[in-house]
């Protein structure tokens, strides 16, 4: 008698569960009806569509963006305009998994979004470009030179992720056998968007931009793929393409935070350790400080591309 009502017991909370589960589901659009009137650009790719925007004159030498975990292309619009003045084409693009770009079948890997990039290039028929990636893409860009230096003119890494992020328990919680996908839901991608808003500028651009943030998250796939990224590759540690960059001789230039709760600078030092003669800045202002000061890194980008 006990056993059938403890069986009776764990299916009510199974079902309760379930329905939870699927009440607090977010995602009600396609990846389509979300780009659908956002100026960006699209190409289909070997693993789906990948939206972008072009700046400056095609022939130009190329600075291609590659975004972050959390916050996508749109963040970086207004590095555009000062690598224009400088004589630069400039491309942003969402990576699979984030902003206008599609949600593909295919698990999140380093190398996905490396293939990616790789394809885009060839899309926009850029051979060599300089890459300029932050925090996770500065692991992507890095992997990219790593397995491609000869397309690589130079690397700008700014708050790069190298050994690995500090994330919270949170979304830790998604990395757990059997449940994680479940308790992803409840409390690693509510931690996702909660890191995205506590980068919530108060102008009319940053409220777009957190509008569009969030909207993200109503697009079909997006937990599934942010889930595999925290549970994937995409975080690993990035050395060896590092030592595998110094050797082939690519030019690299940091810009990281001293005070990153995110990016420890003890792993950015020992990345920059690698390198002869790494152009180095160091900031304040934690893992969101390059906000307000596009210009200001865009200049200390574009003069050490110009001192190459």
Known sequence: MLLKIFIAILLMVIGVVFVAYLVANRETMTAERFRDGSGYETVTLSHGTTAFRSYGLVGAPAIIFVHGATLG????????????????????????????????????????????????????????????????GGAIVTRFAAAHPDRVASLGLQVPLIGGANVSRSVMVAR????????????????????????????EAGR??????????????????????????????????????????????????????????????TAIAVYNSADTHEFTGGHFFSYGRADELAALYAGFIENQ
């Open 73 to 136: 292309s749109m963040t970086y619009q207004d590095y555009a305009a000062p690598f224009v003045s400088a004589g630069f084409r400039v491309v942003l693009y969402d990576q699979y998994g984030r902003g206008f770009s599609d949600r593909p079948r295919v698990p999140f890997s380093i190398d996905l979004m490396r293939a990616q990039l790789a394809e885009l290039m060839d899309h926009l028929e850029i051979k060599v470009a300089h890459l300029y990636g932050v925090s996770l």
């Open 176 to 203: 757990l056998p059997v449940i994680g996908p479940l308790l992803a839901r409840f409390f690693a991608i509510p931690a996702i968007i909660e890191r995205g808003e506590s980068f919530s500028p108060e102008t």
């Open 208 to 269: 777009a931009l957190m509008e569009h943030f969030k909207g993200q998250f109503a697009v079909k796939g997006t937990e599934r793929m942010m889930a595999q990224m925290i549970t994937g590759d995409a975080l690993s540690n990035r050395m060896d393409d590092h030592r595998t960059i110094s050797a082939a001789g690519v030019p690299v230039h940091f810009a990281y935070a001293e005070d990153d709760p995110e990016i420890p600078v003890a792993q950015v030092l």
